[in-house]
Every structure is written in structure tokens, then in C-alpha cells.
């Protein structure tokens, strides 16, 4: 029987079908373009800005390292598990960064 939690987390529900011959890697390389990929260049390099400046450089390596790990676990057709533990003292920054 179909639970609807099942349906809400399926990977296919967030997808648009594949056009007849198109692979995942191809569609994925025609949404990757020049210019979004400048754009998000730009948008990295703002947040890095803004968190440095107010909070230090430490904080920006693990928030920068916590931005890979998403991007990491958003790639299709992943076989293992990725997984980020911060560790550290209180009030070290581990839940801003989360």
C-alpha cells in the first residue's frame, strides 16, 4: 500500500521525467551554465564576506565545509552516505553553522 510520507520524500516527485534518450548527467550538464555558475561563484564569495568579517575565519571554513556537504548530498545517483559531525567546545559555532 502507498504511504503518502513515501511519496512526499521521492526523489521523482521533485523531478521533471527524462526526455526520451537524455541521461541524468546530461540533463544535469544543461542546467549547469556559465552564467549560474558565475552567479553562485558571486553569492559564495558574499556569504564568505559577511561571515568572516562579523564572525572570523574559523567559522567560515566550517560553514564553507557544511555548504560542500550539501552540495555533495544533492548529486543524483549517490551510492553511500555523506556525513559532516562538528565537534568542538560550547559556543565554538557549531550551530550557527548548522
Request: charged share 30%; hydrophobic share 40%.
Given at each position: 500500500m502507498n504511504n503518502p510520507q513515501d511519496q512526499l520524500n521521492s526523489?521523482?516527485?521533485h523531478q521533471p521525467k527524462l526526455d526520451e534518450g537524455e541521461s541524468q548527467d546530461e540533463r544535469k550538464q544543461s542546467r549547469i551554465t556559465s552564467p549560474k555558475l558565475k552567479a553562485?561563484?558571486?553569492?559564495?564569495?558574499?556569504?564568505?564576506?559577511?561571515?568572516t568579517e562579523i564572525h572570523g575565519r574559523e567559522l567560515w571554513v566550517a560553514v564553507k565545509t557544511?555548504?560542500?556537504v550539501a552540495t555533495a548530498t544533492s548529486m543524483t545517483q549517490r551510492s553511500n552516505l555523506f556525513v559532516l559531525i562538528f565537534e568542538g567546545g560550547s559556543g565554538r559555532g557549531k550551530s550557527f553553522v548548522i
Open positions: 526523489p521523482e516527485q553562485s561563484e558571486t553569492e559564495l564569495v558574499k556569504i564568505k564576506n559577511m561571515i557544511g555548504i560542500a
